[in-house]
């Protein structure tokens, strides 16, 4: 068996190693505590939704969704989050918030928008995901909408209207047929320990 | 107008992952809220104060 060696400076600024046994050090005791992938998805058509299932918030704690797409269609649209299979937008309320210039803008919506991608253009989500201690889905995404001189702070925060008992699946479904386009990427993390 | 589209499925405890035909109705386009331009309103507080309106 091995040793894995570091180094420790004593008052004297003098460095003295430490020794320390392979077997206590591991890959599950490094990573216990941050942050472990649960899924990535590649789109390599464009399509107008994307499913994730087989998820378990319960054991996951929360969920980090870095989720990167483009809308290749003429028109823009909302993209929107839909936990277990429930994709009636009036069950949830979505509120918004955005800077573009010297510009402010906010709304409501009944509906589970995390953020707007515009005609041809692309946009990048944040968004973390979390079951409250009632029950309720709750979510904030920070978004990076438009491209070069015309880029905006998008901020959505929402929740679902109804408890659910865990949080197995999530629907991502653009406004538009086709709107989450080739190339779009979601990763998805939780916690590891 | 419904339209003949297709999802993308992924389940993360099996890694199968499939595409599916579904139909779609997209939904009525919710209107983006204008801005408040901060700017535009500094500068109309700037005129009121040398005015002496405020």
């Known amino acids: ?193 | 107008m419904m339209v003949k589209t297709k999802r993308l499925v992924v389940d993360v405890k099996t890694g199968r992952q499939w595409e599916e035909e579904f139909d779609f109705t997209p939904p009525a386009p919710a209107p983006m809220p204008e801005p408040i331009n901060f700017e535009g309103l500094r500068k109309l507080l700037d005129f009121a104060k040398k005015m002496g309106w405020i």
């Open chain 1, 1 to 193: 068996m091995g040793v894995v060696k570091t180094w420790q400076l004593d008052a004297h600024k003098t460095a003295s190693p430490i020794d320390h046994p392979d077997a206590s050090i591991t890959p599950v005791k490094l990573s216990f505590g941050s942050l472990k992938k649960v899924a990535e998805v590649n789109v390599t058509s464009n399509t107008t939704q994307v499913t994730i299932t087989g998820l378990d918030i319960k054991a996951d704690k929360f969920y980090l969704i870095v989720f990167t797409t483009k809308n290749p269609t003429a028109t823009s649209g909302w993209v929107s989050m839909y936990v277990e299979a429930d994709t009636t937008a009036a069950n949830y309320y979505s509120q918004y918030f955005h800077a573009t210039g010297t510009g402010l803008a906010g709304g409501l919506y009944n509906a589970a928008y995390i953020g707007h991608v515009d005609s041809g253009d692309r946009n990048a989500f944040i968004v973390w995901l979390v079951r409250d201690p009632d029950g309720y889905p709750r979510f904030n995404c920070y978004a990076m909408r438009k491209t070069g001189s015309g880029t905006e702070i998008n901020l959505n925060s929402g929740s679902k209207t109804a408890t659910v008992t865990n949080i197995t699946r999530l629907d991502f479904i653009h406004d538009v047929a086709g709107g989450i386009g080739a190339g779009s990427k979601i990763i998805i993390y939780g916690a590891s320990g």
